[in-house]
């Protein structure tokens, strides 16, 4: 789907923290399709969008620091960062990064619910975010994995103002339209992984994804699999380690990988 317009308290875009910002922008353009396009500036220091066609649909900033992990992050639009940062803590997360201006592209800050999984704040200027979602190559869900999903659902509820409908597995939505998932951390992950946020990206066969990924060097971390009603989904690492997922709506028509 194309947009033109942030959807306030959705997400808004998917960014990915590494340690190889050019071996992750070969990854990728293999995997989804991407083309690099660093920013030349000095004081962009680095910041490189992906891009789909022509389209912004991730971005890519490289570590500054020894010991980062490789990790996929996204933004929520919101209208004013400093008064959505400031409500929290009121409801048990944590600031990390105070609201701080980027360039002219919009003013961000970096946040963590009261698990602990961090996601981004993003108030738009001259960038509005990602140009495109929900279709092959862009992003098209975003999982919460959490050990107190009670205390998830009453802080995104809080902060902005996301229903959580169903379960076991709960559906994040904002205006009538569900964006994400959430589900409970059990004896299936290890002990002492911390909550976070999983970003998937919608792909037309997400087995052919799993073939190309491994041969660029990435890894699986669950294989493919079929989800009733839903989809085909699966999970990948790339070279540098940072988890992401692939996912086919069930009905798209599958060619051989």
Request: hydrophobic share 40%; net charge negative.
């Amino acid at each position: 789907m194309k947009i033109t317009e942030p959807v306030l308290s959705a997400p808004a875009w998917a960014e990915l923290g590494t340690s190889d910002p050019e071996g992750a922008a070969a990854f990728y353009g293999r995997v989804l399709g991407w083309r690099a396009e660093t920013d030349p500036r000095p004081e962009a220091g680095g910041y490189t969008r992906l891009l789909l066609d022509d389209d912004p649909v991730a971005g890519l900033v490289p570590h500054q620091a020894a010991g980062q992990p490789v990790a996929w992050t996204f933004s929520v639009a919101v209208a004013d960062a400093d008064g959505t940062a400031g409500e929290v803590p009121k409801a048990g997360g944590t600031v990390l990064l105070d609201p701080t201006d980027v360039l002219d592209l919009g003013r961000y800050a970096v946040i963590a619910d009261p698990g602990g999984a961090v996601l981004t704040l993003w108030e738009a200027r001259t960038f509005r975010g990602a140009a495109r979602l929900n279709e092959p190559g862009a992003l098209c869900w975003v999982e919460l994995a959490t050990r107190d999903t009670a205390a998830a659902e009453a802080f995104y509820g809080s902060v902005f103002g996301w229903s959580a409908e169903g379960g076991p597995y709960v559906h994040w939505g904002v205006g009538g339209r569900n964006f994400g998932g959430m589900v409970r951390m059990d004896e299936r992950y290890p002990e002492g992984a911390p909550p976070h946020w999983t970003l998937y990206f919608a792909v037309l066969n997400v087995d052919a994804a799993v073939n190309t990924a491994t041969e660029a060097g990435g890894s699986v971390g669950y294989p493919a699999m079929d989800i009733p009603g839903t989809g085909r989904v699966a999970g990948l690492y790339d070279p540098q380690g940072g988890a992401f997922a692939v996912y086919t709506p069930e009905g798209v028509a599958r060619t051989e990988p």
